[in-house]
């Protein structure tokens, strides 16, 4: 009896909480079913593989010690909670509990208990029927030879009648265990399933040392020097989601002691009711009793050994798990000082590059104030402002690198992904950056020209770095502002439509004037009438007609014939064909055009020799 109150002793306290007093006032919850004790062995068993994925790359010797203490502790509450699922089993079996717990209704209930008790019916048929048969091959044997047939066809009606009820029996078995399956859910053991979650962990069972495991994780951790921005960058995502991670291991360990305090109050209620009831049975001393109360007394040692076996590993997982939590708030902690630690750092290095940075934009600054102020060509001053832009631009990407990367490695890799990746995915960019140095150079594109791209002509308003602005015209035979602007994309210079672009010094382009003359006029007088009308015209500008030639050709370095007003002659079906091709200013086309063709009709209501054909009518447009 002594030993019973030792035992019982040495079992409440193990199973006492840590706050005693709480827990005294804590209500007992409700007996564990099967399914409650699988839920809590499989949140158990999660928990314990969210610990172990936690990734220890990047870690320090105090947190490597800290997550080899987590990990200790985390496989310490798996295997007693294994401890203690099995033996609840085993109550739960010695209960009448064992299998799945039943969640269909009533009416499902008994329709399976109305199948089993005719499957059980049918199997005491054929029983009985196979018994019948057994005595009828007795009695044929010893049977007199005129009774013989009788007794036959008896025997070949049971066998009739056997041969039914088997094939009754089996059809009830099979869809009885059909229908008691359904009910269940399950038809594995709790046991059987305990031991299959059991081989989901099979490191928990192995013999494996901390300092084992604290040893290899250092020599697979990285070094503690911190690196690059971009380094300190990563470091710091990687610590805000491991503590992240952490915060939600440690809300998951209260869950756990939580319902390990769901599971420990029934076993607590129980022993004390068996405490109670051994305090009356040692109450009871009448010798008559004696034989009755040891039977009782070895019963209450037998269930105080069952709830043990269950009870004093939810006693050691509460401590395990408590000290797993506090484990986890160091190695959190730990963290958190470590990333503040890599901010104060990273702030301080972008600091610094900041500061660089403004130091080279003050002097691009300074640089434009200069150009501006002592660069008086606007071409030359333009291909500064963009050399400079271009350089700052470079120092600034170099600068921005070399405080991503630390190595020259690094370097390399980094600027072989992002060349292949501009390559790729900015090569119209690449192309038009490219284009624009020459649309800068010495046969290049400058505002003012007059351009044709893509059928679409107009004047430069603009040359970008990588796109063209053009002011587009339109209008025939003389060109007027539309009142809209076309940009273009630098890299239509290696496009394969064409690009046509004025003559580098000369502002002018050719017109055309088309007479049709009828056969019998005098061509003589009519082109030298009419050459002479247009050449009037042609002459009030045609100094600055050869002042742009002399500068085309000086540009050029070639030689190039001056522009003159032409005439030419040629057969048509109706007669002859007069054309005269003159040279036009760009800004004055539609002037000239205008000044051309009144004096054109002038010439021939003044002279009668010039007989057009009726049908005709002189057509004034650009010279192809």
Same mark, same amino acid.
């Given at each position: 009896?002594?030993?019973?109150?030792?035992?019982?002793?040495?079992?409440?306290?193990?199973?006492? @909480? @840590?706050?005693?007093?709480?827990?005294?006032?804590?209500?007992?919850?409700?007996?564990?079913?099967?399914?409650?004790?699988?839920?809590?062995?499989?949140?158990?068993?999660?928990?314990?593989?969210?610990?172990?994925?936690?990734?220890?790359?990047?870690?320090?010797?105090?947190?490597?010690?800290?997550?080899?203490?987590?990990?200790?502790?985390?496989?310490?509450?798996?295997?007693?909670?294994?401890?203690?699922?099995?033996?609840?089993?085993?109550?739960?079996?010695?209960?009448?509990?064992?299998?799945?717990?039943?969640?269909?209704?009533?009416?499902?209930?008994?329709?399976?208990?109305?199948?089993?008790?005719?499957?059980?019916?049918?199997?005491?048929?054929?029983?009985?029927?196979?018994?019948?048969?057994?005595?009828?091959?007795?009695?044929?044997?010893?049977?007199?030879?005129?009774?013989?047939?009788?007794?036959?066809?008896?025997?070949?009606?049971?066998?009739?009648?056997?041969?039914?009820?088997?094939?009754?029996?089996?059809?009830?078995?099979?869809?009885?265990?059909?229908?008691?399956?359904?009910?269940?859910?399950?038809?594995?053991?709790?046991?059987?399933?305990?031991?299959?979650?059991?081989?989901?962990?099979?490191?928990?069972?192995?013999?494996?040392?901390?300092?084992?495991?604290?040893?290899?994780?250092?020599?697979?951790?990285?070094?503690?020097?911190?690196?690059?921005?971009?380094?300190?960058?990563?470091?710091?995502?990687?610590?805000?989601?491991?503590?992240?991670?952490?915060?939600?291991?440690?809300?998951?360990?209260?869950?756990?002691?939580?319902?390990?305090?769901?599971?420990?109050?029934?076993?607590?209620?129980?022993?004390?009711?068996?405490?109670?009831?051994? %305090?009356?049975?040692?109450?009871?001393?009448?010798?008559?009793?004696?034989?009755?109360?040891?039977?009782?007394?070895?019963?209450?040692?037998?269930?105080?050994?069952?709830?043990?076996?269950?009870?004093?590993?939810?006693?050691?997982?509460?401590?395990?798990?408590?000290?797993?939590?506090?484990?986890?708030?160091?190695?959190?902690?730990?963290?958190?000082?470590?990333?503040?630690?890599?901010?104060?750092?990273?702030?301080?290095?972008?600091?610094?590059?900041?500061?660089?940075?403004?130091?080279?934009?003050?002097?691009?600054?300074?640089?434009?104030?200069?150009?501006?102020?002592?660069?008086?060509?606007?071409?030359?001053?333009?291909?500064?402002?963009?050399?400079?832009?271009?350089?700052?631009?470079?120092?600034?990407?170099?600068?921005?690198?070399?405080?991503?990367?630390?190595?020259?490695?690094?370097?390399?890799?980094?600027?072989?992904?992002?060349?292949?990746?501009?390559?790729?995915?900015?090569?119209?960019?690449?192309?038009?950056?490219?284009?624009?140095?020459?649309?800068?150079?010495?046969?290049?594109?400058?505002?003012?020209?007059?351009?044709?791209?893509?059928?679409?002509?107009?004047?430069?308003?603009?040359?970008?770095?990588?796109?063209?602005?053009?002011?587009?015209?339109?209008?025939?035979? %003389?060109?007027?502002?539309?009142?809209?602007?076309?940009?273009?994309?630098?890299?239509?210079?290696?496009?394969?439509?064409?690009?046509?672009?004025?003559?580098?010094?000369?502002?002018?382009?050719?017109?055309?004037?088309?007479?049709?003359?009828?056969?019998?006029?005098?061509?003589?007088?009519?082109?030298?009438?009419?050459?002479?009308?247009?050449?009037?015209?042609?002459?009030?500008?045609?100094?600055?007609?050869?002042?742009?030639?002399?500068?085309?050709?000086?540009?050029?370095?070639?030689?190039? %014939?001056?522009?003159?007003?032409?005439?030419?002659?040629?057969?048509?079906?109706?007669?002859?064909?007069?054309?005269?091709?003159?040279?036009?200013?760009?800004?004055?086309?539609?002037?000239? %055009?205008?000044?051309?063709?009144?004096?054109?009709?002038?010439?021939?209501?003044?002279?009668?020799?010039?007989?057009?054909?009726?049908?005709?009518?002189?057509?004034?447009?650009?010279?192809?």
């Amino acid at each position: 009896m002594l030993r019973f109150h030792y035992l019982a002793l040495a079992l409440l306290i193990a199973l006492m @909480p @840590p706050a005693i007093s709480h827990a005294a006032k804590a209500p007992a919850s409700a007996p564990a079913t099967a399914n409650d004790v699988l839920e809590y062995l499989n949140h158990s068993i999660d928990w314990y593989h969210r610990i172990e994925a936690v990734d220890p790359a990047q870690a320090h010797s105090q947190e490597l010690l800290l997550r080899a203490n987590v990990c200790d502790n985390a496989k310490q509450v798996v295997k007693l909670g294994l401890q203690f699922a099995r033996a609840e089993a085993a109550m739960l079996d010695d209960a009448g509990a064992a299998g799945a717990t039943s969640t269909t209704t009533n009416a499902s209930v008994k329709g399976g208990a109305n199948l089993s008790q005719l499957a059980a019916k049918a199997a005491a048929r054929v029983q009985s029927l196979q018994t019948q048969i057994a005595q009828l091959e007795t009695n044929l044997q010893s049977a007199a030879a005129t009774s013989q047939p009788a007794l036959s066809q008896q025997r070949d009606r049971l066998t009739a009648q056997l041969n039914l009820a088997k094939a009754q029996q089996e059809v009830l078995t099979q869809y009885a265990g059909f229908v008691a399956a359904a009910q269940s859910g399950d038809s594995t053991t709790l046991s059987a399933k305990i031991d299959a979650l059991a081989r989901s962990v099979p490191e928990v069972d192995a013999d494996n040392s901390s300092a084992a495991k604290v040893s290899d994780d250092n020599s697979a951790s990285n070094s503690d020097e911190s690196g690059n921005i971009l380094s300190i960058f990563r470091d710091l995502f990687t610590m805000n989601g491991r503590m992240s991670e952490l915060s939600g291991l440690v809300s998951e360990s209260g869950r756990l002691a939580e319902e390990n305090e769901k599971f420990r109050g029934p076993i607590r209620a129980q022993i004390m009711d068996a405490l109670h009831r051994a %305090d009356q049975l040692a109450a009871a001393t009448q010798p008559a009793d004696a034989s009755e109360q040891r039977a009782q007394l070895e019963a209450l040692t037998a269930r105080f050994k069952q709830l043990s076996a269950a009870g004093v590993p939810l006693g050691e997982q509460r401590v395990m798990l408590d000290s797993a939590k506090q484990n986890l708030a160091n190695w959190k902690s730990s963290i958190a000082r470590h990333s503040t630690r890599l901010l104060r750092e990273l702030l301080m290095r972008v600091a610094v590059l900041v500061g660089i940075i403004f130091v080279i934009v003050i002097g691009a600054a300074w640089s434009k104030r200069a150009t501006m102020r002592y660069v008086h060509d606007p071409r030359r001053r333009r291909q500064l402002l963009v050399v400079r832009r271009i350089v700052v631009a470079a120092i600034v990407s170099f600068l921005i690198i070399i405080s991503v990367v630390s190595e020259f490695g690094s370097i390399a890799t980094f600027a072989g992904l992002i060349t292949a990746g501009i390559a790729v995915a900015l090569q119209t960019v690449i192309l038009s950056g490219v284009a624009y140095f020459f649309f800068i150079g010495r046969f290049g594109v400058r505002v003012g020209d007059r351009v044709t791209i893509s059928n679409i002509t107009g004047d430069v308003i603009e040359v970008g770095v990588f796109r063209l602005y053009l002011m587009e015209l339109s209008g025939k035979p %003389d060109l007027h502002p539309t009142g809209r602007i076309v940009v273009f994309s630098n890299s239509v210079l290696f496009q394969p439509q064409a690009f046509y672009k004025q003559l580098p010094g000369a502002e002018y382009t050719w017109h055309e004037i088309t007479f049709t003359l009828s056969p019998d006029t005098d061509y003589r007088v009519a082109q030298n009438r009419l050459l002479a009308a247009v050449e009037s015209i042609v002459n009030q500008y045609h100094d600055a007609l050869i002042s742009q030639h002399e500068s085309a050709t000086r540009r050029l370095q070639i030689q190039l %014939d001056a522009p003159k007003t032409q005439a030419r002659l040629r057969f048509v079906d109706a007669g002859l064909e007069l054309v005269i091709r003159y040279p036009v200013e760009l800004k004055r086309t539609a002037e000239i %055009d205008d000044q051309v063709t009144r004096k054109l009709l002038e010439t021939v209501n003044e002279e009668p020799k010039l007989k057009l054909v009726a049908a005709s009518t002189p057509s004034l447009q650009p010279a192809a």
